[in-house]
């Protein structure tokens, strides 16, 4: 996948279309799935503009990618599905066409709430 700059994370990002915020800082943005698959649907993407984890892994600095991993613990936290405190969540990340991503713009999916199920169906 090649990284399209008008792509809908990317639009939210510029604040060109409105999101439910849950968690903001200098490298990560966090905010509820417009289409819910769980009672708790979270979305974390890194601010830069990476197609997927491997693109990321790849060229994003050490900064960015701590932040990003850390800001999936906060969130959960933020949200009470933390797996110490609370009742845990799964964290998954889909790439390019066998992965079966539809937005190329790295995304993490936060699901929970609820028992979320079989891992692939
Ligand atoms: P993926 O198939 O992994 O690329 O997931 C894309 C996700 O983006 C889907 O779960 C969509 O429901 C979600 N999505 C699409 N548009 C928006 C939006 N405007 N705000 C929040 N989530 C969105």
Redesign the pocket.
Same mark, same amino acid.
């Given at each position: 996948m090649i990284y399209d700059k008008n792509n %809908?994370f990317a639009k %939210?990002l510029r604040k060109e %279309?409105p999101?439910k915020k849950i968690f903001e800082n200098e490298h990560v943005l966090s905010?509820?799935? *417009? &289409?819910p =698959?769980k009672k708790i649907?979270a *979305?974390v993407i890194p601010k830069g503009k990476y197609v997927d984890l491997d693109d990321f892994n790849q060229r994003a600095t050490d900064k960015e990618i701590v932040a990003l991993s850390k800001a999936i613990t906060e969130v959960a936290k933020i949200l009470s599905i933390s797996a110490g405190t609370d009742k845990g969540y799964r964290a998954l990340? &889909?790439l390019n066409e066998h992965g079966? =991503?539809?937005?190329p713009h790295l995304?993490f999916?936060l699901f929970g709430g609820e028992i979320v199920g079989k891992m692939v169906e």
């Amino acid at each position: 996948m090649i990284y399209d700059k008008n792509n %809908i994370f990317a639009k %939210i990002l510029r604040k060109e %279309i409105p999101c439910k915020k849950i968690f903001e800082n200098e490298h990560v943005l966090s905010f509820h799935d *417009i &289409n819910p =698959q769980k009672k708790i649907h979270a *979305i974390v993407i890194p601010k830069g503009k990476y197609v997927d984890l491997d693109d990321f892994n790849q060229r994003a600095t050490d900064k960015e990618i701590v932040a990003l991993s850390k800001a999936i613990t906060e969130v959960a936290k933020i949200l009470s599905i933390s797996a110490g405190t609370d009742k845990g969540y799964r964290a998954l990340t &889909n790439l390019n066409e066998h992965g079966g =991503q539809e937005v190329p713009h790295l995304h993490f999916h936060l699901f929970g709430g609820e028992i979320v199920g079989k891992m692939v169906e």
